[in-house]
């Protein structure tokens, strides 16, 4: 996880967040446009997430869930202002999958997310607090779809899909065989998977959420392996260290087609 010293911690943060940075250098630990995330370099180390008003909510309430099951950090605030959302967590020990070691060790690193995630897919989500995930995503999909979002930019071939109408078409006949019920972590992508030497610390980024079908993170599983290490050659590894029993790959077809917009 990149880290860049900053001079202080903002003082637009409300107090409730201010305090945890009372005492710590500051350093910029963000990796998407959509927030901002601060890592506090004090005791054992804490982070904050800042983002608009309302964005951070479910991930609040899916971290602290994780956290209940030793699966993610420990949430210790969450505030929401006049415009923002701030979420403050513990850190966790270990470095996130895009480390130099992990990605060192491809073929390690590819059993190693494929048998966590199986893992996490059998994984009781008695209470979970997102308990219908597969229809909020394709709800989000048929919206961005009508409201003219075809955002190809992480995919650049489309998966095949000559036109927003077309993938579409495959989803709309397709999107009623998504129906396993499993925890989802819902982005799982190697920055968002912690190993403490190679053995599982949790997941973080855990907003996309909660119980829905293992297909949505078994095509993030493949495309990050495609995305980080710059080739496809682990994918078929990725599906049989999983479980070709619960892995179809002609449904990572159909989540495609509901991914590409977005």
């Given at each position: ?238 599906l049989d260290a999983y479980g070709?029993?619960r892995a179809d790959a002609g ?12």
């Amino acid at each position: 996880m990149k880290k860049t010293l900053l001079p202080q911690f903002p003082d637009t943060a409300p107090p409730e967040v201010r305090r945890y940075a009372a005492g710590a250098a500051v350093y910029d630990s963000s990796c998407s446009p959509e927030a901002r995330v601060y890592y506090l370099k004090k005791e054992n180390g804490r982070y904050v997430k800042c983002a608009d008003r309302g964005t951070l909510e479910k991930e609040a309430a899916m971290t602290a869930y994780f956290h209940g099951k030793g699966l993610g950090p420990e949430v210790l605030a969450y505030v929401s202002d006049d415009d923002r959302d701030w979420l403050v967590t513990a850190a966790m020990a270990g470095e996130d999958c895009v480390s130099e070691a992990y990605l060192a060790e491809p073929k390690r690193l590819c059993d190693t997310i494929a048998h966590e995630l199986r893992r996490l897919h059998e994984t009781d989500f008695t209470g979970c607090p997102a308990p219908e995930r597969t229809a909020e995503y394709l709800e989000t999909a048929e919206t961005h779809y009508r409201t003219g979002c075809y955002d190809t930019s992480a995919f650049p071939d489309s998966f095949g899909y000559r036109s927003a109408q077309e993938a579409h078409a495959v989803l709309a006949e397709g999107k009623g065989a998504l129906q396993s019920r499993v925890l989802l972590h819902g982005d799982y992508c190697l920055p968002n998977i912690l190993l403490d030497n190679w053995r599982l610390s949790g997941f973080i980024d855990l907003g996309g959420g909660g119980v829905g079908d293992r297909h949505i993170d078994l095509f993030w599983g493949a495309w990050t392996l495609w995305f980080n290490l710059k080739t496809d050659r682990y994918r078929d590894r990725f599906l049989d260290a999983y479980g070709r029993d619960r892995a179809d790959a002609g449904m990572l077809k159909i989540v495609a087609a509901a991914e590409v917009f977005g």
